[in-house]
């Protein structure tokens, strides 16, 4: 097939992206989006259909691409033609403009910016057939396996929550607060890319398991991953993250501080403000304040329970300062993580 077909060489982001396409994990998108598409997106979060939808899902070229509308393209994951681009439009894009609008920023700083900017100027748009599917790990399901799952289990009340990271005490606090909520928690990590200085997702999937296994009720947590790399893009992507945990069958949404968020290129509740904006989504989004450790309060509280006399004791929650203490060669308090992980962590660094 492959001496027949014009073909583009992809990358893992890319290779995710269209299987997420192909199973409808980013429904109602169904391919790599097209000029209008992605314009729509990005300037408005609607499809041009109206549809919400906040991040542009881009099949990007660092070279001018030699097809138009009507052809199709190979695209090739290591020696392999992977998948089929059945192309609608190649165009060029205004990296800065889309940047500006989808990360909020244009700086090579930010993490998502700068992997955006390395995939070139260039776009293809259209639907997309997957020829040869990628290998899934135990943890890897489709939306319909997970939805399946749900219905095999009679949860009718489903909360999703989002992790790029391993487990601290404020992520096991809302995963907690989940259960409280609902029949059910789908605790669904990032598979794909993130920046170098987050664990990688062996030690993150490792950790959760040990979580689960250990201090939290088996029969009422999901523990699957989400094929998709981490995009950094703060409020839009806690829109972006709402709607495929939505296709994955989730009822609820949990939306922390500074969620999706990196550095301090986002006001920590930009995410909560952003789904003010937005039409019903057909999935609840749980807004959380910032989680905390606080003696006074006597364990894990937040900033609607524990009183504002109580600030000065209370002690920040964050993986940052988790793998600074490890890299230091020292233990975190259990205050921020369980002992019992601390073995997981270190292998992580």
């Not at 393209?73 to 609008?101: F, I, S, T, W």
């Not at 664990?199 to 999937?205: A, K, R, S």
Request: glycine fraction near 10%; aromatic fraction near 8%; include cysteine.
């Amino acid at each position: 097939m492959r001496e027949t077909l014009l073909t583009l060489t992809i990358g893992e982001d890319e290779r995710l992206d269209l299987e997420n396409l192909a199973s409808g994990a980013f429904h109602p998108v169904r391919g790599f989006m097209t000029r209008e598409e992605a314009l729509s997106v990005a300037y408005e979060m609607r499809l041009p259909t109206g549809e919400v939808w906040s991040l542009p899902i881009l099949l990007q070229s660092r070279e001018k691409p030699r097809v138009g509308p009507g052809d199709t393209l190979g695209l090739v994951h290591g020696k392999e033609v992977v998948a089929l681009l059945h192309v609608a439009e190649a165009y060029a894009l205004d990296l800065e403009a889309l940047a500006r609008e989808v990360f909020g920023t244009e700086s090579p700083a930010h993490p998502g910016v700068a992997r955006f900017y390395a995939k070139g100027p260039y776009a293809l748009g259209g639907r997309v057939e997957v020829l040869r599917p990628r290998e899934r790990g135990p943890l890897e399901k489709t939306p319909e396996e997970v939805r399946a799952f749900f219905r095999e289990r009679g949860w009718g009340k489903v909360v999703a929550f989002q992790t790029r990271n391993a487990p601290h005490r404020a992520h096991e606090y809302l995963i907690r607060l989940g259960l409280e909520l609902a029949d059910g928690v789908l605790v669904h990590p990032i598979l794909g890319a993130k920046k170098a200085d987050d664990f990688p997702t062996g030690v993150i999937l490792e950790a959760y398991q040990a979580l689960l296994e250990g201090f939290l009720p088996r029969e009422r947590v999901a523990l699957f991953g989400l094929a998709t790399p981490m995009r950094y893009a703060g409020p839009k992507e806690a829109v972006f993250h709402a709607l495929v945990r939505k296709n994955f069958g989730a009822t609820h949404f949990l939306v922390g501080r500074d969620h999706a968020g990196v550095g301090d290129f986002y006001d920590p509740y930009a995410a909560h403000r952003i789904f003010d904006r937005l039409p019903p989504l057909g999935i609840e989004i749980l807004r959380v304040g910032a989680v905390f450790h606080c003696p006074l309060c006597g364990g894990i509280a937040s900033e609607r329970t524990c009183p504002e006399g109580h600030r000065e004791k209370r002690l920040s929650i964050s993986m940052t300062r988790v793998r600074a203490l490890l890299r230091a060669g020292q233990a975190p308090p259990p205050e921020l993580v369980r002992p019992e992980l601390i073995p997981i962590l270190q292998r992580g660094l």
